[in-house]
């Protein structure tokens, strides 16, 4: 005979919704940092007749071999979630649990009912003795402990070191980290990131995001991301490349070399394969070296939904079935898919109104008849579905190549992270520096040639250092010109004001020529490729920030019209500028520009 059990439970925090959600709809997380008895398990995800996925798993517990299901679970954003194991062997043959957030004066309740399922004696007996009250309140325990356990939640470090790390080890972090400090890369970090290292939970620490600590931390990307490539070289950390999958953003195919990133990757969660893309879906993540903190293998919940966080709802439609959501998300550009396999569709909220949803089989169809303030979803199919809305936009999080390219410790500490040879990478927003001198044949016709070059090699270092203080790098040189490249444009700006400042202390020095500089920038999309100096960039961005070069007189900084319009304006406004238009090589149109006079 079938029997079922529910039990509930209720915690208030004093905190609001939004942060407490980010902690307890962790799970993987929570679990791993509890002492509430848990432990990963192995699993293997399994397409089902209809494409969703299921994680078919396997965990001994004491003299019980349990095997079980689970499905992806149901979530709205900071309202509730919910997860449910099917059970293939052992005493019970279902557990869920579903949680519900409500926030009132700043505080938040969670109420937390359990349901159990179960039709053998074993079960029963188990059940009398309290066993199903006790594992519900495990989950109990995790969640005021994982509270209680972070000074802020803001930042992933707990109170406490609540796991072991040898003497030794530590030792050994402190001179690495104590070394890295000496250096340009260190900017203060180390002694944050060496706490981070040593107590964070091993969840936190599987996959570390340069620009998410650093948005967590509140300091600067360029700062966390030449920190963690330091600490590769000191090996502290170690690094990988993954190709993340375009739905779960989940990170797959991990290699440790560039070079050996493929082209596509199969995502088992989705039952999907998905292309290499250099620009979106390419990312370098961290994590500590064997030495320092071996991490456990295994999960402990098929899909926590602070681990999705673009997924803002997720939730299963019976056929024949009409569900109106409201959800709480900023207005944005927003997927529509489902879990199961089958069409998409890209829907616009302005805050307001979404557009009506029609789910029929395996088509995802978009119904602007039932638009309105809540997301209204019909299934007129004859199969349940799995609808979903995430974000349709891929995290700024991501480290990718675009904009390791410019970081000087990238170049410096990872030569051998290089493309394939036939490898070319398309790279997003870059601000590209072009400077020559004015002026130079004359310079080696009056001084000779090797006094010239020699002259003209240490102008080389006298920009490498201004570019570099500024977070760029030096792609190459050409003759007497210095091609750079910068994350953005106001940096690379900064360089050029201060290489035309301080030209004139340059000169000062011994009694010889004075060099005059002209530069020209421009900002743009670009593709990369191998090259003996590491890697070269190459497309119309180049040749534009080339030829405004090739306008500028001494002393001159010439810009691109977007970036004088841009947020460079009024910073330009400072300075004596001058509007002019030229045609200019390689380009149609006449090409308009903004002469800077240093």
């Known amino acids: 005979m079938e029997k079922t059990l529910e039990i509930a439970h209720e915690l208030t925090f004093d905190r609001p919704v939004e942060e407490v959600w980010t902690l307890l709809s962790d799970s993987q997380r929570m679990h791993v940092i509890s002492s509430a008895g848990f432990s990963p398990y192995e699993a293997e995800d399994v397409v089902t007749a209809d494409g969703s996925i299921e994680?078919?798993?396997?965990?001994?517990?004491?003299?019980?071999?349990?095997?079980?299901?689970?499905?992806?679970?149901?979530?709205?954003?900071?309202?509730?979630?919910?997860?449910?194991?099917?059970?293939?062997?052992?005493?019970?043959?279902?557990?869920?649990?579903?949680a519900y957030f409500d926030e009132s004066d700043g505080k938040t309740t969670i109420k937390a009912l359990f349901f159990a399922k179960w039709?053998?004696?074993?079960?029963?007996?188990?059940?009398?003795?309290?066993?199903?009250?006790?594992?519900?309140?495990?989950?109990?325990?995790?969640?005021?402990?994982?509270?209680?356990?972070?000074?802020?939640?803001?930042?992933?470090?707990?109170?406490?070191?609540?796991?072991?790390?040898?003497?030794?080890?530590?030792?050994?972090?402190?001179?690495?980290?104590?070394?890295?400090?000496?250096?340009?890369?260190?900017?203060?970090?180390?002694?944050?990131?060496?706490?981070?290292?040593?107590?964070?939970?091993?969840?936190?620490?599987?996959?570390?995001?340069?620009?998410?600590?650093?948005?967590?931390?509140?300091?600067?990307?360029?700062?966390?991301?030449e920190l963690c490539i330091a600490a590769h070289k000191a090996g502290v950390l170690s690094m990988r490349w993954a190709i993340i999958c375009p739905r779960c953003r989940d990170g797959k195919a991990d290699t440790e070399n560039l070079a050996d990133v493929p082209s596509g990757a199969h995502c088992t969660s989705?039952?999907?394969?998905?292309?290499?893309?250099?620009?979106?879906?390419?990312?370098?993540?961290?994590?500590?070296?064997?030495w320092l903190r071996a991490l456990p293998s295994g999960s402990f919940c098929m899909m926590?939904?602070?681990?999705?966080?673009?997924?803002?709802?997720?939730?299963?439609?019976?056929?024949?079935?009409?569900?109106?959501?409201?959800?709480?998300?900023p207005q944005g550009q927003y997927r529509i898919r489902t879990v199961e396999a089958g069409s998409e569709i890209i829907a616009d909220y302005d805050g307001r109104s979404w557009v009506g949803v029609t789910l029929n089989g395996e088509a995802v169809q978009s119904d602007p008849a039932r638009s309105g303030r809540l997301i209204s979803v019909r299934n007129v199919g004859t199969d349940p579905r799995t609808i979903v809305v995430e974000n349709a936009n891929f995290s700024r999080n991501r480290l990718t190549i675009g904009r390791l390219a410019t970081v000087p410790a990238f170049r410096d500490f990872c030569p051998d992270q290089l493309l394939g040879a036939k490898q070319t990478a398309g790279i997003g927003q870059v601000a590209i520096l072009f400077s020559d001198l004015e002026k130079s044949?004359?310079?080696y016709e009056s001084i000779g040639d090797a006094s010239a070059y020699a002259l003209v090699v240490e102008h080389f270092d006298f920009v490498e250092t201004r570019?570099?203080?500024?977070?760029?790098?030096?792609v190459k040189t050409i003759g007497?010109?210095?091609?750079?490249?910068?994350?953005?444009?106001?940096?690379?700006?900064?360089?050029?004001?201060?290489?035309?400042?301080?030209?004139?202390?340059?000169?000062?020095?011994?009694?010889?020529?004075?060099?005059?500089?002209?530069?020209?920038?421009?900002?743009?999309?670009?593709?990369?490729?191998?090259?003996?100096?590491?890697?070269?960039?190459?497309?119309?961005?180049?040749?534009?920030?080339?030829?405004?070069?090739s306008k500028a007189a001494g002393k001159e900084i010439v810009l691109s019209a977007d970036l004088a319009r841009s947020d460079l304006r009024t910073k330009i406004a400072q300075y004596d500028t001058k509007w002019d238009k030229a045609s200019l090589s390689g380009f149609e149109k006449p090409v308009e520009f903004v002469r800077l006079h240093c």
């Open 441 to 443: 044949t004359s310079l």
């Open 270 to 290: 989705c039952n999907v394969d998905f292309d290499r893309d250099f620009v979106n879906n390419v990312e370098l993540v961290f994590s500590p070296s064997a």
């Open 119 to 225: 039709s053998g004696l074993l079960g029963s007996a188990l059940a009398r003795l309290g066993v199903l009250h006790w594992m519900t309140r495990q989950p109990v325990i995790a969640m005021r402990k994982t509270m209680a356990e972070y000074e802020n939640l803001r930042l992933p470090v707990p109170r406490s070191e609540l796991h072991t790390v040898s003497g030794r080890a530590k030792q050994r972090l402190a001179q690495a980290m104590k070394e890295i400090e000496k250096g340009p890369f260190g900017q203060g970090l180390t002694e944050p990131l060496s706490n981070f290292l040593l107590k964070a939970d091993p969840h936190s620490l599987r996959r570390i995001r340069p620009l998410k600590l650093a948005g967590a931390w509140a300091v600067p990307e360029q700062h966390m991301i």
């Open 55 to 98: 994680r078919a798993a396997v965990k001994s517990i004491g003299p019980f071999k349990l095997r079980w299901r689970e499905r992806m679970g149901e979530w709205a954003v900071h309202e509730y979630f919910s997860q449910a194991r099917l059970f293939e062997s052992g005493p019970f043959q279902e557990l869920t649990v579903h």
């Open 480 to 549: 007497d010109a210095v091609m750079a490249a910068f994350s953005d444009s106001e940096a690379a700006l900064n360089a050029a004001l201060d290489i035309q400042n301080e030209i004139g202390e340059f000169n000062a020095r011994d009694d010889r020529p004075a060099l005059s500089l002209k530069i020209g920038i421009h900002e743009g999309t670009c593709v990369a490729m191998r090259s003996e100096q590491g890697l070269d960039f190459f497309g119309g961005t180049i040749n534009m920030a080339a030829r405004l070069q």
């Open 304 to 329: 926590a939904p602070a681990n999705v966080p673009h997924i803002k709802w997720q939730e299963v439609i019976p056929p024949g079935q009409v569900v109106d959501k409201e959800l709480d998300v």
């Open 467 to 474: 570019v570099r203080r500024h977070g760029g790098i030096i």
